[in-house]
Structure formats: C-alpha cells, structure tokens
C-alpha cells in the first residue's frame, strides 16, 4: 500500500460541497471532488471524462493549520443587462489554512503518474475555485505507507509562530484527521462529495463516508517548511 502526500496551502481556499449560486460556502477542509478535481486537471482531462480511477483513491486530509474564514461579496450581472440588474452574491474562503492531503492506492505507478501530472499539470491548478491558486511545495512525496500512518506520522507543516501558539505551555497539540469510511463504520459522517461527472451541464455527485480521528504532535515534530515572501500564482505551471 502506498499514499501519495499533497500539501494544501495558500493564502486562499475554497471547498464547497452544497454551495449555490448566490451564497457559495466552503467546508474547513478540502473536499475529495475539490481535490479529484485537480487531479484531472493535472492529468489534461475534460469535464465529460470518466473520473472511476481516481474516485478508486482512498483520501485523507489532516488539519495542520485551521486559517479563518473570510466573507466576501462580489457584485454580479447579467450579460447585456443594465446596472439595474446586478445583484450581490456571497462568498467564503480559508485564509491561511495548511493542509496535509493523502491518497491512497495499490497501484503505486498510478500514484507516481499523478505525482508527476501534479509537478507537470496540463492545466492551472486550484485549491476549490480559480481565484485560489496554490502556494508551493504541491508535493511531498510518496510514501511506503497506509494512509493512516501516513497522516499520523508525518511532521507538522506550519511555521514556528503558530506552533508556540496552538501548542501552548503543554507543548503539544491534537490534528484532527478525516479519512475515507469503510462499509463498517456505523459512526461515520455523510457528505455528497463524490464527483460522477464534472460536465457543465450534467454535474453529479454521490456520497461518501468520513469518518474523524485525532493525532498528538508537538513542536518538536514540527516541519521545516520554506517561508515564501512572494506569492507567484502561475508558480505551479
């Protein structure tokens, strides 16, 4: 069993699963169709290509970082209409969220061809919508490892400010984990959030389980990860 690692970081986010058109909403975490999503772009596929393979990966995210949430209004109209026709529609975003994504397969040349496509995209990649693009490092790497162990034993991946913060006087802190559920897992939340198709005129999704657990770290386990004092959003191309 082998798990690919993606690190989910950038000064913005957005991970809907049950958004509308005037209020779009996101998730505290990444979603596995927001995540599947970039695969496919990374691999040059089109919304009306078949995504079985990749809904076949097993996904995990752990919370390194939580952000905060931002509230944004964007004032729409109409092609053709007058000024009298706009309207404002609400937004949310992550801010300064970090996240430890993992996929887990049998086939570790499959995961070594998402690896690369994710290093090589054919398109732009988005965490969730296309005013968010990634922050690099994208990838870390695959590991010899379930996905589990993977989440649970990798270094925390934020910066020595928040660690002292979230940590506190004990030194510690708990990540919360959510991963795929199996079929026996009576305890297991619900989310819609399986692409079928991403085609513009026929989306649909399914349903998977989540299911939640928690992981200790500590400061001392904590990540060394490059501070990048200028964000280039074509970075990832």
Same mark, same amino acid.
């Given at each position: 069993?082998?798990?690919?690692?993606?690190?989910?970081?950038?000064?913005?986010?957005?991970?809907?699963?049950?958004?509308?058109?005037?209020?779009?909403?996101?998730?505290?975490?990444?979603?596995?169709?927001?995540?599947?999503?970039? $695969?496919?772009?990374? !691999? &040059?596929?089109?919304?009306? *290509?078949? #995504?079985?393979? %990749?809904?076949?990966?097993?996904?995990? +995210?752990?919370?390194?970082?939580?952000?905060?949430?931002?509230?944004?209004?964007?004032?729409?109209?109409?092609?053709?209409?007058?000024?009298?026709?706009?309207?404002?529609?609400?937004?949310?975003?992550?801010?300064?969220?970090?996240?430890?994504?993992?996929?887990?397969?049998?086939?570790?040349?499959?995961?070594?061809?998402?690896?690369?496509?994710?290093?090589?995209?054919?398109?732009?990649?988005?965490?969730?919508?296309?005013?968010?693009?990634?922050? $690099?490092?994208?990838? !870390? &790497?695959?590991?010899?490892? *379930?996905? #589990?162990?993977? %989440?649970?034993?990798?270094?925390?991946? +934020?910066?020595?400010?928040?660690?002292?913060?979230?940590?506190?006087?004990?030194?510690?802190?708990?990540?919360?984990?959510?991963?795929?559920?199996?079929?026996?897992?009576?305890?297991?939340?619900?989310?819609?959030?399986?692409?079928?198709?991403?085609?513009?005129?026929?989306?649909?999704?399914?349903?998977?389980?989540?299911?939640?657990?928690?992981?200790?770290?500590?400061?001392?386990?904590?990540?060394?990860?490059?501070?990048?004092?200028?964000?280039?959003?074509?970075?990832? !191309?």
């Amino acid at each position: 069993m082998s798990t690919l690692l993606l690190r989910l970081a950038a000064p913005m986010q957005a991970w809907g699963v049950d958004s509308d058109f005037e209020t779009r909403r996101t998730l505290p975490y990444p979603t596995k169709s927001g995540v599947i999503g970039m $695969l496919a772009a990374a !691999l &040059g596929r089109g919304r009306q *290509d078949s #995504l079985e393979d %990749l809904n076949q990966l097993r996904f995990g +995210v752990r919370i390194d970082q939580e952000g905060e949430l931002l509230r944004d209004f964007h004032t729409a109209r109409p092609e053709g209409k007058s000024d009298n026709a706009s309207y404002t529609t609400v937004r949310y975003y992550l801010c300064d969220a970090i996240f430890l994504v993992g996929l887990e397969s049998e086939n570790k040349a499959f995961l070594e061809q998402l690896e690369y496509c994710l290093c090589h995209p054919v398109y732009p990649l988005f965490l969730g919508r296309r005013s968010c693009p990634i922050t $690099l490092p994208l990838v !870390l &790497g695959i590991r010899e490892k *379930d996905l #589990l162990t993977t %989440l649970t034993g990798e270094e925390w991946m +934020v910066q020595d400010d928040y660690a002292r913060k979230k940590a506190g006087k004990a030194g510690t802190a708990a990540l919360r984990i959510l991963l795929d559920g199996n079929g026996e897992t009576s305890s297991a939340s619900v989310l819609r959030d399986v692409p079928l198709s991403f085609s513009a005129k026929n989306r649909r999704f399914t349903y998977r389980k989540v299911r939640e657990c928690y992981t200790e770290v500590n400061i001392g386990s904590k990540g060394d990860i490059p501070v990048q004092t200028e964000h280039d959003p074509m970075a990832g !191309l």
